[in-house]
């Protein structure tokens, strides 16, 4: 998925400096000139819970790690007050990187606590601009926003800057099949192999091609043309029929003493007489002349 077209809205047009926020002093010899940037024991820091994404490298993690013990955090978190402690609004990766680095203290940006939403729409936000959310845990971020909270798809598309087929392609992540999800997420395939399979009708459908796909570690072009193979062998769904044709269908047939089938169209349409040997089509056509006759 590219995800690298910059967003029509950022972190920094949703964040509100807060007046008289509680907490620490802010540092005045700062470089972030313009905030007010505390720098706030991590113990004081509570993760949050809208907090989308789920899994954190531990690799990763220790890479930041290093990079803080050498340089410090160069961004703050973003955080609210809550109850004497703070809340995380975004910057979760960084906060868990300077424990592992041994700080006592982070930068952070206190702002007013947004509504439920809001965190989520921040969190959210954080995560995209840094581009490293996966596209699992942004399908169920989007969707705890409109369950939850009443938002649509066109007022995410705005708020996070994506086009209203990209945010349904995304929401539609979460119909697939589980053992299908745990590929996606352990990258095993892509998000384009995802959207592929979900052109697909059934979960079978769906789980068959994608064991073939990580089997034979098919290109996302390589799994469509699969797909379009699969959909090709398929037979032509059974067509219901109305009651009424049926019971014409049953009609004739006992008038015939043949197999009879109609196939309407609209106003329109044929009636097929089925039989088996010249005598019994000499016989219908008899029958047929005198039905008329009479």
């Given amino acids: 998925m590219n995800r690298s077209k910059p967003l029509g809205k950022g972190l920094s047009a949703l964040i509100q400096k807060p007046a008289g926020a509680g907490g620490p002093e802010p540092d005045s010899s ?24 789920r899994d954190f490298e531990p690799a990763e993690l220790e890479e930041l790690a290093q990079s803080i013990r050498a340089n410090g955090v160069l961004q703050p978190v973003l955080v609210f007050e809550d109850g004497g402690l703070y809340t995380l609004i975004a910057g979760e990766r960084r ?6 680095a041994g700080q006592k203290t982070i930068p952070a940006l206190v702002r007013e606590r947004p509504d439920e939403g809001g965190l989520m729409r921040l969190a959210l936000l954080e995560n995209i601009q840094r581009e490293d ?41 979460n119909k697939l099949p589980t053992v299908i999800k ?26 068959r091609c994608w064991q073939l796909c990580v089997k034979r570690d098919l290109s996302v072009r390589q799994l469509e043309d699969l797909v379009r193979r699969q959909r090709e062998a398929q037979p032509a769904p059974a ?20 197999r009879v089938s109609i196939s309407p169209n609209r106003n329109r349409g044929q009636i097929r007489i089925d039989y088996a040997t010249r005598e019994e ?9 005198t039905m008329d006759a009479s």
């Fill in 30 to 53: 700062s470089a972030f000139q313009g905030a007010h940037i505390h720098h706030l024991p991590l113990e004081l820091i509570n993760r949050n819970r809208q907090q989308p994404r």
């Fill in 95 to 100: 906060w868990r990187a300077s424990q592992l």
């Fill in 133 to 173: 959310l996966h596209p699992l845990d942004l399908s169920n971020g989007l969707r705890v926003l409109i369950e939850e909270h009443g938002m649509t798809q066109e007022e995410l598309g705005q708020t996070l800057g994506m086009s209203r087929p990209a945010v349904s392609n995304l929401l539609r992540l």
């Fill in 182 to 207: 745990v590929s996606l997420k352990e990258d095993k395939i892509s998000f384009g192999h995802a959207k592929v399979l979900l052109g697909l009708a059934t979960d079978d459908e769906k789980i």
């Fill in 239 to 258: 067509v219901v029929k109305p009651f009424d044709i049926l019971q014409a269908e049953e009609s004739l047939c006992g008038s015939l003493g043949a």
């Fill in 281 to 289: 089509l000499d016989r219908l056509v008899e029958l047929l002349q």
